[in-house]
C-alpha cells in the first residue's frame, strides 16, 4: 500500500522535524501531542524548539495543509512514535510514554497499517509494542517472529540525528531498520524512502534497538576517558588539553574533548537501557556512566576551591559578596535543549552552595528555568567585566568569539583557559 496519511506521535526534538520532513514530500501529516501550546504553536505554522530551518518547513507545511497537530489520534496509514523514554530512580527504562501512545493509537488502527518506534528503546521494547497494541485491539493480529502476514506491521528506526543539524541529518543520514518480521522491514523501508536519501539498512528489531543504544555507549566510553584523563591531569598539574592535541597527532589516535560531564537524552540515558538488560556483563559502560555521571562533583570541588582563594586573595570581600557567573546550562553547544544537561545540574549546585550572585550567561534560552529562578540571566559582556568568579561550562559559539577573562576562571571546556 501506499503512505499518504502518516500519524507522528510526540511533537519533539525529534517527533516534529521528522512530521516535518513526510509533510515536506506531499504527505498529510497528523502529529499528536499532549502539549497544547506546542499543538497551538505548531498550527500558527511555527515552532515550540530550537532547529535551524525547522521553521520554515513547518510554517510551509502548516500553510499547504500537509501538516496540522492535534492531541487526540486520527486514523493514518502509517503511525511513528517518537516519545521520551526517560529512566526511573533505579535507571531502569521507562516505557510508560510508548505504552501510553500505544492505548492512544490502538482505537484508529486498521488492517494494513504500520506502526513504527522510533524513540531509543531498551532491547524487546518494540515486541513490547506489538504484544500492548494486541492486548487492545483482539479484532486485528500483530506481528510476532514467525508471522510475516499480521494485519498491523511494527518495527523500530532510530534516529541518528545531531542537534543543531536535525533538518539535514534525517534526509542524508543511513537509516537502521528493524522490523520483527521482514516484511515489516520491508515496509518501514517503503514509508522512510519518501524523504531520507541515505541507505535504509535492515535488520531485526532486536538489533535495531541495540544498535542506537551501542553508538552511544561507545561515544560515552570514550568521553569518560577524556574526563578520566582530565582529573588525572589537573592533579599531576599537566594542560589535558595541550596533551589531547599531542595525542591526537598519533595516526591511530583520536581522544575526544573533556567537559563537565555528558548530557541530553541519548547519550547520558542509552547506556543504562543495555546496564538494565546484562547488569553483569555490561562492565565497562557502568564505569563509564559512573565516571561522567561523577564529573560534575568534580566541577563542584574546583567552584570551591576558587571561592576559597578568591577569599583568600581579597580579604575586604565576604562569600556573600561573591558573584559567579556560570557560561551555559544547555547540555551542549548552541542549542536550547536543557534534557539531562550536566551544565545545568552545575549552575543549580552552585545556586545552592553560593551565598553572593549567580549569574548565569546563556544565549540560547530566553527565560530560565524554575530551577534557577533565584539566579539572574546576565549579558555575556556585562558578566565578563563584573563576575568573581568564571565557569565555562558549554562552548557556545558565542563565547568563542570573545576574550575570556584572565584569572579566576574554571573552564572546564578548554576554551578560555
Same mark, same amino acid.
Given at each position: 500500500?501506499?503512505?499518504?496519511?502518516?500519524? &507522528?506521535?510526540?511533537?519533539?526534538?525529534?517527533?516534529?522535524?521528522?512530521?516535518?520532513?513526510?509533510?515536506?514530500?506531499?504527505?498529510?501529516?497528523?502529529?499528536?501531542?499532549?502539549?497544547?501550546?506546542?499543538?497551538?504553536?505548531?498550527?500558527?505554522?511555527?515552532?515550540?524548539?530550537?532547529?535551524?530551518?525547522?521553521?520554515? #518547513?513547518?510554517?510551509?507545511?502548516?500553510?499547504?495543509?500537509?501538516?496540522?497537530?492535534?492531541? *487526540?489520534?486520527?486514523?493514518?496509514?502509517?503511525?511513528?512514535?517518537? &516519545?521520551?523514554?526517560?529512566?526511573?530512580?533505579?535507571? +531502569?527504562?521507562?516505557?510508560?510514554?510508548?505504552?501510553?501512545? =500505544?492505548?492512544?493509537?490502538?482505537? !484508529?488502527?486498521?488492517?494494513?497499517?504500520?506502526?513504527?518506534?522510533? /524513540?531509543?528503546?531498551?532491547?524487546?521494547?518494540?515486541?513490547?509494542?506489538?504484544?500492548?497494541?494486541?492486548?487492545?485491539?483482539?479484532?486485528?493480529?500483530?506481528?510476532?517472529?514467525?508471522?510475516?502476514?499480521?494485519?498491523?506491521?511494527?518495527?523500530?528506526?532510530?534516529?541518528?540525528?545531531?542537534? $543543531?543539524?536535525?533538518?539535514?541529518?534525517?534526509?542524508?543520514?543511513?537509516?537502521?531498520?528493524?522490523?520483527?518480521?521482514?516484511? =515489516?522491514?520491508?515496509?518501514?523501508?517503503?514509508?522512510? /524512502?519518501?524523504?531520507?536519501?541515505?541507505?535504509?539498512?535492515?535488520?531485526?528489531?532486536?538489533?535495531?534497538?541495540?544498535? *542506537?543504544?551501542?553508538?552511544? @555507549?561507545?561515544?560515552?566510553?570514550?568521553?569518560?576517558?577524556?574526563?578520566?584523563? @582530565?582529573?588525572?591531569?589537573?592533579?599531576?598539574?599537566?594542560?589535558?588539553?595541550?596533551?589531547?592535541?599531542?595525542?591526537?597527532?598519533?595516526?591511530?589516535?583520536?581522544?575526544?574533548?573533556?567537559?563537565?560531564?555528558? $548530557?541530553?537524552?541519548?547519550?547520558?540515558?542509552?547506556?543504562?537501557?543495555?546496564?538494565?538488560?546484562?547488569?553483569?556483563?555490561? *562492565?565497562?559502560?557502568?564505569?563509564?556512566?559512573?565516571?561522567?555521571?561523577?564529573?560534575?562533583?568534580?566541577?563542584?570541588?574546583?567552584?570551591?576551591?576558587?571561592?576559597?582563594?578568591?577569599?583568600?586573595?581579597?580579604?575586604?570581600?565576604?562569600?556573600?559578596?561573591?558573584?559567579?557567573? =556560570?557560561?551555559?546550562?544547555?547540555?551542549?553547544?548552541?542549542?536550547?535543549?536543557?534534557?539531562?544537561?550536566?551544565?545545568?545540574?552545575?549552575?543549580?549546585? !552552585?545556586?545552592?552552595?553560593?551565598?553572593?550572585?549567580?549569574?548565569?550567561? +546563556?544565549?540560547?534560552?530566553?527565560?530560565?528555568?524554575?530551577?534557577?529562578?533565584?539566579?539572574?540571566? #546576565?549579558?555575556?559582556?556585562?558578566?565578563?567585566?563584573?563576575?568573581?568568579?568564571?565557569?565555562?561550562?558549554?562552548?557556545?559559539?558565542?563565547?568563542?568569539?570573545?576574550?575570556?577573562?584572565? /584569572?579566576?576562571?574554571?573552564?572546564?571546556?578548554?576554551?578560555?583557559?
Amino acid at each position: 500500500m501506499s503512505f499518504d496519511t502518516v500519524s &507522528v506521535v510526540g511533537l519533539g526534538y525529534i517527533g516534529l522535524p521528522t512530521a516535518a520532513m513526510f509533510a515536506s514530500r506531499k504527505k498529510k501529516v497528523i502529529g499528536v501531542d499532549v502539549n497544547q501550546d506546542a499543538i497551538d504553536t505548531i498550527n500558527r505554522g511555527e515552532i515550540h524548539i530550537v532547529e535551524p530551518d525547522l521553521d520554515t #518547513i513547518v510554517h510551509a507545511t502548516v500553510t499547504e495543509g500537509f501538516l496540522q497537530a492535534t492531541t *487526540k489520534p486520527e486514523p493514518a496509514d502509517a503511525f511513528l512514535i517518537a &516519545v521520551p523514554t526517560p529512566f526511573k530512580e533505579d535507571h +531502569e527504562p521507562d516505557l510508560s510514554y510508548i505504552e501510553a501512545s =500505544c492505548k492512544a493509537i490502538a482505537p !484508529v488502527l486498521e488492517k494494513g497499517n504500520l506502526v513504527i518506534l522510533e /524513540s531509543t528503546s531498551p532491547v524487546g521494547a518494540t515486541e513490547a509494542v506489538a504484544k500492548w497494541l494486541a492486548r487492545e485491539r483482539e479484532d486485528l493480529s500483530f506481528p510476532h517472529k514467525h508471522n510475516d502476514e499480521p494485519d498491523v506491521n511494527v518495527a523500530h528506526c532510530p534516529e541518528r540525528v545531531l542537534p $543543531g543539524h536535525v533538518v539535514r541529518e534525517l534526509v542524508e543520514n543511513d537509516r537502521v531498520i528493524g522490523g520483527i518480521t521482514p516484511e =515489516c522491514s520491508r515496509k518501514a523501508v517503503e514509508l522512510y /524512502s519518501c524523504f531520507v536519501q541515505g541507505e535504509c539498512i535492515i535488520t531485526n528489531a532486536r538489533t535495531a534497538e541495540m544498535a *542506537k543504544l551501542t553508538e552511544n @555507549s561507545f561515544r560515552d566510553v570514550n568521553i569518560a576517558f577524556a574526563n578520566e584523563l @582530565s582529573i588525572i591531569c589537573d592533579k599531576l598539574d599537566i594542560d589535558v588539553w595541550e596533551l589531547i592535541k599531542l595525542s591526537n597527532r598519533h595516526p591511530r589516535v583520536n581522544i575526544l574533548q573533556p567537559g563537565p560531564g555528558v $548530557g541530553g537524552h541519548c547519550i547520558a540515558v542509552d547506556p543504562w537501557f543495555i546496564i538494565s538488560k546484562t547488569p553483569k556483563e555490561a *562492565k565497562l559502560i557502568r564505569v563509564a556512566r559512573d565516571v561522567n555521571d561523577e564529573k560534575p562533583s568534580w566541577v563542584l570541588q574546583k567552584v570551591k576551591e576558587s571561592i576559597a582563594d578568591f577569599l583568600l586573595t581579597n580579604p575586604e570581600k565576604t562569600a556573600k559578596d561573591i558573584s559567579i557567573a =556560570c557560561y551555559g546550562i544547555t547540555f551542549k553547544p548552541d542549542i536550547d535543549d536543557l534534557r539531562e544537561s550536566p551544565a545545568l545540574a552545575i549552575t543549580k549546585q !552552585v545556586l545552592d552552595l553560593n551565598q553572593g550572585d549567580t549569574l548565569v550567561v +546563556e544565549p540560547n534560552v530566553i527565560e530560565l528555568p524554575e530551577e534557577l529562578s533565584k539566579a539572574k540571566i #546576565i549579558d555575556l559582556n556585562e558578566s565578563l567585566i563584573s563576575s568573581d568568579i568564571h565557569l565555562m561550562l558549554v562552548d557556545h559559539k558565542e563565547f568563542k568569539l570573545v576574550e575570556g577573562p584572565s /584569572s579566576n576562571l574554571i573552564d572546564t571546556k578548554g576554551i578560555w583557559g
